[in-house]
């Protein structure tokens, strides 16, 4: 018997061994470079097959290592080329979507000089686009254009001035329509440049507007308030600083400077990960306040903890199929029984990243205000 098992054994190892050779064997070599880098920069590149490779100059260097992933570690160990440079690629394909990634040159955390950079990991990380097979939703198309700019808002509770961004829909302003408002925040280790950069929520909402699939509303991303949180220490997080930041001030501020339809019914909160944990925390201390709530990645509701059921319009949960989905949809199915209007979403083939937002955001939006 133990004999019959080591040569089983033997045989998955040699299948598993000849497998792995034959899909190295296989990577295309149609490699493009990232629509996310520097203008006139090659690397790095991306191919068919959702394969990464990278090319870094620095000649004096004795190792070079990609990290992929927010937060990453390990990562794609790169070779030093005849001419000084270094250059690797990755040792399988990547989920697709958008990926943070960084640099450590002789134990030195750097950027990629190549990659534009994006906020994310609470520093200013390189940034890698995996073409997806759906990203027409979240294209730059011709088709008319809102407005994302950035207000700066006085903070009594923190003595501070702080910073949000807006989204305006195309026909905003050209009448004098008031529009809902949802209030849309970021993960832990990103700020409110997160949804418009990495997130392409302006994109997302353009397109669904310019097909006829949503009723315009206004979008509000303003910082968490979440990164002086270190890991270990969730468990003391309240986020009760950033709820009187949010409902008692910026609120307000939005709703006397921009047109909007001033109630609960026709305002929503949503968030990602950490965002999502905010966005429940808040909604139900604060009922009067939102009507919709989403959580993308972002834990789930339960009917123990809404106290009037008729308080809320939609409860929206979602995350991808790579990060615990069943426990998305049994709490869906919770909800429902209970006689709530829950609606849940899976990303297929994506894990806490933001392919899985987008998708999130752009099979939200046309639930809500309705």
Not at 146 to 173: C, D, K, M
Not at 257 to 262: K, L
Not at 291 to 314: C, F, H, M, R, W
Request: charged letters at 20%; a negative charge.
């Amino acid at each position: 018997m133990k004999s019959i098992l080591r040569n089983s054994c033997l045989a998955v190892a040699l299948t598993l061994g000849c497998t792995y050779a034959m899909a190295q064997e296989a990577i295309k070599e149609d490699f493009k470079p990232s629509s996310l880098n520097q203008p006139g920069k090659e690397y790095p590149m991306v191919n068919s097959q959702g394969y990464a490779r990278f090319r870094v100059e620095a000649p004096d260097a004795k190792s070079v290592v990609v990290s992929l992933g927010l937060g990453g570690s390990g990562g794609t160990v790169l070779q030093k080329a005849e001419d000084g440079s270094w250059m690797g690629t990755t040792a399988g394909p990547m989920d697709e979507g958008f990926h943070y990634y960084h640099l450590t040159i002789d134990g030195g955390v750097v950027n990629d000089p190549g990659a534009l950079n994006f906020y994310g990991s609470c520093r200013w990380e390189s940034g890698i686009e995996i073409p997806a097979h759906d990203q027409d939703f979240y294209a730059l198309k011709n088709v008319p254009h809102g407005n994302v700019q950035q207000i700066l808002f006085h903070s009594p509770s923190t003595n501070s001035e702080r910073r949000a961004f807006v989204y305006t829909p195309p026909t905003y302003g050209k009448d004098n329509k008031r529009y809902p408002v949802l209030y849309l925040q970021h993960g832990w280790g990103e700020d409110e440049t997160a949804w418009s950069n990495q997130g392409h929520a302006n994109l997302i909402m353009d397109n669904l507007i310019a097909e006829g699939k949503i009723d315009p509303f206004i979008i509000v991303m303003t910082y968490g308030m979440t990164n002086e949180i270190k890991f270990g220490g969730l468990g003391g997080f309240t986020a009760k600083e950033f709820e009187t930041v949010l409902v008692d001030e910026l609120i307000p501020y939005i709703d006397s400077h921009f047109n909007t339809i001033a109630d609960k019914e026709h305002r929503a909160m949503a968030g990602l990960s950490m965002g999502g944990m905010e966005t429940h925390t808040i909604t139900l201390r604060r009922p009067e306040v939102f009507s919709y709530y989403g959580l993308l990645s972002g834990g789930v509701y339960t009917p123990q903890e809404i106290a009037d059921k008729n308080q809320v319009k939609l409860i929206f949960l979602s995350c991808g199929s790579k990060e615990g989905p069943d426990r998305i949809k049994a709490a869906t199915e919770t909800l429902k029984a209970a006689g709530f209007n829950a609606v849940s979403h899976i990303s297929e083939g994506t894990a806490h990243e933001f392919l899985t937002w987008r998708r999130g955001l752009y099979t939200m939006a046309p639930l809500l205000f309705k």
